[in-house]
């Protein structure tokens, strides 16, 4: 996926209230930029780190710019999490995603219960396939790990994926590692044991699980290659 616009260079001064960084441009102007990630940022918001922001075309809005990427130790990490689900689709419709098969139809935020939406449902061959998409920003020792924070929410999604696949259909939860140092996935068991856990038995129950790494750069973010995953 292609950014619309060229990317503005920035340095992080800090992230907080969850949506909100303050930034500095090469110019010494700061302003505050919004932070499209619900997430910790846990290893990805150090102060005096390198960013790069998107300035929205909407006229009127309060925070114009939007953080986009950070550098993390040398490697560049993608913390809109606006964009996951449309990098994925994009990659499995270009058949990027060999796991999936072949798609005839792809649709976008299924409803699958009364208060409930799954990212992205695959029809081909193989029948119906659900998919839940996450998106990971924290890597240790080379590990990439999800959640960052604890996520009831991610933990719903799992339960759904596993009562879709009782009913017969491909259940499959996909986490789009957002940058290059990452070369296995595992759950991030310390910070939610409960999802941790929770992924081990869905995972035994026949959902599938599927890590891919993004190649990331001012231009762009592309799915890349999969992942090995363990879940223990």
Excluded at 39 to 45: H, L, T
Excluded at 52 to 71: H, Q
Excluded at 102 to 123: N, W, Y
Aim: glycine share 8%; with cysteine; proline share 4%.
């Amino acid at each position: 996926m292609n950014f619309k616009n060229e990317l503005i260079p920035a340095t992080l001064v800090k992230r907080y209230k969850r949506f909100l960084a303050d930034v500095i441009f090469d110019s010494g102007e700061r302003a505050t930029v919004y932070c499209p990630n619900t997430g910790s940022m846990k290893s990805c918001s150090q102060t005096g780190s390198r960013v790069y922001l998107s300035r929205s075309e909407r006229p009127g809005r309060k925070y114009p710019m939007t953080l986009e990427i950070v550098e993390s130790d040398g490697t560049w990490v993608g913390v809109n999490t606006g964009l996951t689900n449309a990098i994925v689709a994009e990659a499995i419709e270009a058949g990027m995603v060999v796991e999936i098969g072949d798609v005839e139809i792809l649709h976008r935020e299924v409803k699958v219960s009364q208060s409930s939406r799954l990212d992205l449902l695959v029809e081909g061959p193989r029948g119906k396939t659900y998919i839940e998409v996450k998106n990971c920003t924290l890597v240790e020792d080379g590990v990439a790990m999800f959640p960052d924070a604890v996520t009831t929410r991610g933990t719903k999604h799992l339960l759904e994926l596993v009562e879709l696949r009782r009913q017969g259909h491909r259940a499959l939860i996909f986490y789009l590692v957002q940058r290059e140092d990452g070369h296995l996935f595992r759950p991030a068991a310390l910070i939610d044991p409960r999802y941790a856990e929770t992924l081990r038995k869905v995972v035994r129950e026949g959902v599938e699980m599927l890590a891919y790494a993004a190649t990331i750069s001012p231009a762009g973010i592309w799915l890349a290659s999969s992942l090995p995953c363990e879940l223990d």
